[in-house]
């Protein structure tokens, strides 16, 4: 079975939507929205070679709250 490798760079944009979504939610907001705003951005980046199918899953999987 292939290792996932856990340092990859992650596109800005989608840094600070994680990370503002994570502020809102630890606030007790709930973000579903954007969280599924985030979805597409990984979907996106996958799509244009920024990441790879599994880095996204593993973001997903690591961050998502919902």
């Not at 939610?25 to 799509?47: E, H």
């Not at 070679?49 to 599994?54: G, M, S, V, Y």
Request: some cysteine; proline content about 2%; overall charge negative.
């Amino acid at each position: 079975m292939e290792q996932l490798n856990k340092e990859f760079c992650v596109p800005y944009y989608i840094f600070e939507e994680i990370t503002e979504y994570i502020e809102l939610t630890a606030k007790g907001y709930s973000k579903c929205m954007k969280w599924k705003n985030i979805r597409r951005l990984l979907r996106c980046a996958v799509i244009n070679d920024k990441l790879t199918e599994e880095e996204a899953k593993f973001l997903e999987n690591q961050f998502c709250r919902e």
